[in-house]
């Protein structure tokens, strides 16, 4: 049975910076990645790596956001910084057996599973 535990979330004001962590195990994966959903909207891709290192972001968080992996890419990362209101969101770690989640424009549709998320709230 797979795991993906998020951890990290919080409360912070404008301007402020947050870092995710997801622990990853039993699962097998070319893709691992984040998406988001806020209250009465679509779940959102945020960024994604590939098994081969290349990464995306969505436009809104390009300069801002920084994914990585550890060493044995059981751990993913997300690095948030100059976070404002918009970001505002349950933050979830995910992972795809594929490649889809990582090259797809309705990326978050492609993520085969996924954490229970951590809350990020960015006041103003």
């Known amino acids: 049975q797979g795991r993906l535990v998020e951890s990290g979330g919080g409360s912070v004001q404008t301007g402020g910076s947050l870092t995710l962590s997801c622990a990853a195990s039993?699962?097998?994966?070319?893709?691992m990645g984040w998406f988001r959903q806020a209250p009465g909207k679509q779940p959102e891709g945020v960024a994604a790596?590939?098994?081969?290192?290349?990464?995306r972001y969505t436009d809104s968080v390009k300069g801002r956001f920084t994914i990585s992996q550890n060493n044995a890419k059981n751990t993913l990362y997300l690095q948030m910084n100059s976070l404002n209101p918009e970001d505002t969101a349950m933050y979830y770690c995910a992972v795809d057996s594929g490649l889809a989640a990582c090259y797809s424009r309705s990326w978050p549709l492609y993520y085969t599973y996924w954490g229970q998320g951590t809350q990020v709230t960015v006041s103003s």
């Open positions: 790596i590939a098994s081969d290192g290349s990464t």
């Open positions: 039993g699962y097998t994966y070319n893709c």
